[in-house]
RNA sequence: GGGGGUGUAGCUCAGUUGGUUAGAGCGAUCGCCUGUCACGCGAUAGGUCGAGGGUUCGAGUCCCUUCACUCCCGCCA
């Protein structure tokens, strides 16, 4: 018999009863009634009540135990009567009356309550992390991560999926992320780069004519955190398929995903079939590349509106005349909306940097009319072809914005989450997915005015590429693809190109020649060119998936040991000073010192 | 790198228009209490009001600087 316990804390029942037991595990809360104590002894699988009376000799040891030490107690279990059974818990039937207990590990005063709904700055959760990770919610979210993750990797075997690890330490690599590098000892002077995903490598594997892989990965890009973006690492469900297309790795990730999220969560999934929305749709319609489907709003594209003579809002008009665009959002039925509502939307705009959002609402009251700030400025039919190309109805209030395309991209989709969440529109118990497509080739960088690679260099592009059509890269697709779920970007895959000769050609676009592209992928565009099958992948985020199931708005919510937002671990003190025998090893000397 | 928010007891927070000795709940310590499950009751200890400077007769409160955490922008093929 195991000395420190017959059962776990979640184990006992009724049939229990009379039987001798021991049981070890955590003081989670006492209540001392004087001459009779309850402790809730806590461990990972649940809680049992166990209790004590002062004819007990250990009794005023225990009674002065401090909360979450770690005892072991021996007792037996006893009923409890029918007007002290606590429902709240699996063994609230019974309890334990204790006949010794004994610590096993003592605990200094805390420095926060591990018993308790209350949230604490992260700052300490971090510094203490095994004490927040006691805690029940977040202690079932990583239960949680474990339990999808095993999910996963069974349905990628069963799939006929290989698992491979790839090196940690890898090659820095010029496009993309900054790279984490590490020093190398035996070749002073020169680095290893942590990967950023494992992309040359899973390639590489296909090459070598493994056909299916997949691997639960570490990814690591030293760029600066968000609430859904760890510093530093997190990590990627990476997976590669050779002699594929598209639609293929579309099939085997839907699949995988809408069984994942029937499994882990009881909310809807608005698409069991994802819809597959191009990159210059979603960018006109909802503003972003990640949108979120869960939100009924529309952007319409209406400059052409401002051409007419029987438009007379001149602000806009004149912007138009110089490029800008004009887009809006329809809200429906809503002309019996306070002021304070359309006013509200319209200072949040100028709060965003915009300068503003303008809107009316239409109206008829025996003639057709637009109501509102800007509403005198159109025309009967100007609003009759507004209504047409917005598909809105009477009693429909407009927001307008007028810029850039760029600018206006980044302002109608904050506005339409914000409206939406004003107008409680987003059902919160859905899970939208979709898949965006057609991503462009390359995109022209605003600071330099250089072309550059808007995505994965190693995309393969959509159609034959004629010498005439590679004179307009802006133009050409790329086989290039990601999923959404409410608004969160999940994954990011490709169809790869295998061919050397046109990654050259790619590459010189962007400003590579031969032989940088030679130096940079060595052995990537080595490798392709010994006989590489076409092939293609995806690599959904782990964490974020995990997050959306757990319901969850911040990525550290399901991370056992995350760093915070400067990149620091607060309980282990990394990063840290190293030894100047180390540096001198390394080759390196450091220009600032404290 | 830039912008917003927060910072008061070990923890969570209150603190009015600038005005006496900065408060509450939880936790800690001590005492009372034999059926609680957020047990109850009483007492005690516990404060660099993030730090520094300024305005003022007087600053937790107003101003400036700075630090920490966090959210967002940039960044994240």
Redesign the pocket.
């Known amino acids: 018999m195991n000395k420190y316990r017959t059962h776990n804390c979640n184990q006992l029942r009724k049939k229990d009863i009379d039987k001798k037991i021991i049981l070890s595990g955590w003081i989670n809360?006492?209540?001392?009634?004087?001459?009779?104590l309850?402790v809730?002894l806590r461990d990972n699988y649940g809680i049992t009540?166990c209790?004590i009376?002062?004819?007990n000799e250990n009794f005023s040891k225990l009674?002065?135990t401090?909360?979450e030490t770690v005892i072991k107690i021996e007792g037996k279990v006893?009923s409890?009567?029918d007007?002290?059974?606590?429902k709240?818990?699996e063994t609230?039937e019974i309890?334990i009356s204790i006949e010794s207990f004994e610590v096993l590990g003592s605990c200094n005063?805390?420095?926060?309550?591990v018993f308790?709904d209350?949230?604490?700055?992260?700052?300490?959760r971090?510094k203490y992390r095994f004490l927040d990770l006691r805690r029940k919610k977040i202690h079932e979210n990583i239960i949680l991560r474990s339990k999808v993750i095993s999910f996963i990797r069974d349905e990628m075997i069963k799939a006929e999926f290989l698992e491979f690890q790839t090196p940690i330490l890898t090659s820095s690599?010029p496009?993309?992320?900054?790279d984490f590098l590490v020093p190398s000892r035996l070749n002073p002077g020169k680095f290893y780069a942590l990967p950023?995903?494992p992309?040359q490598f899973k390639q590489l594997i296909m090459v070598s004519g493994f056909d299916k892989y997949f691997q639960i990965a570490p990814c690591f890009?030293d760029?600066?955190?968000?609430?859904?973006?760890s510093p530093g690492e997190f990590y990627q469900l990476d997976l590669e398929m050779s002699f594929v297309e598209q639609e293929d790795v579309f099939n085997v990730v839907e699949k995988l995903l809408v069984n994942t999220f029937t499994k882990f969560s009881n909310k809807k999934l608005m698409y069991d079939k994802f819809p597959k929305i191009s990159y210059v749709d979603t960018m006109l319609k909802y503003g972003t590349d990640k949108p979120d489907l869960r939100n009924p709003l529309i952007i319409n594209d209406i400059t052409e509106i401002f051409d007419r003579d029987d438009v007379t809002f001149e602000i806009f008009k004149k912007l138009v005349k110089s490029g800008s665009k004009v887009r809006c959002i329809t809200t429906k039925n809503t002309k019996d909306k306070p002021r304070s509502f359309f006013d509200g939307i319209d200072k949040w705009a100028k709060e965003q940097g915009a300068s503003g959002l303008a809107y009316f609402t239409l109206e008829k009251d025996g003639d057709l009319s637009a109501k509102g700030p800007i509403g005198k400025f159109f025309s009967k039919e100007a609003l009759i072809e507004i209504m047409e190309k917005t598909n809105s109805a009477v009693g429909d209030s407009l927001f307008f914005a007028c810029g850039k395309q760029n600018e206006l991209e980044?302002i109608t989709s904050q506005a339409r989450d914000k409206i939406a969440k004003d107008l409680n529109l987003v059902d919160d118990n859905t899970f939208a997915f979709c898949w965006i497509v057609d991503y462009p080739m390359f995109e022209k960088d605003?600071d330099t005015n250089k072309i550059?690679?808007?995505?994965?260099?190693?995309s393969m592009p959509q159609g034959n590429l004629t010498e005439n059509e590679l004179k307009n890269p802006l133009n050409i697709l790329a086989y290039q693809y990601d999923i959404v779920c409410n608004g969160i970007e999940l994954s990011?895959g490709a169809i790869r190109n295998h061919k050397p000769d046109l990654m050259y050609k790619l590459f010189s676009i962007a400003g590579y020649n031969k032989k940088q592209v030679d130096e940079k992928f060595s052995g990537m565009i080595n490798a392709l060119s010994y006989g590489a099958p076409p092939h293609g992948g995806i690599a959904p985020g782990i964490d974020r998936i995990v997050m959306l199931l757990a319901n969850e708005k911040?990525i550290?919510e399901v991370t056992m040991f995350p760093m915070?937002?400067?990149a620091?671990d607060?309980m282990m003190s990394a990063p840290s000073d190293v030894d100047e025998k180390q540096l001198k090893e390394l080759g390196l000397s450091l220009k600032t010192k404290k």
């Open positions: 809360k006492k209540r001392d009634h004087g001459n009779l309850f809730d009540q209790i009376d002062k004819d009674e002065k401090q909360l006893v409890r009567s007007d002290t059974v606590n709240e818990i609230g309890e005063e805390l420095p926060m309550p308790s209350q949230e604490y700055a992260e700052d300490i971090l690599s496009e993309g992320a900054r950023q995903a992309q890009r760029e600066d955190a968000r609430a859904d973006r980044k605003e550059k690679f808007s995505h994965n260099p190693f990011s911040n550290r915070n937002q400067n620091q607060l």
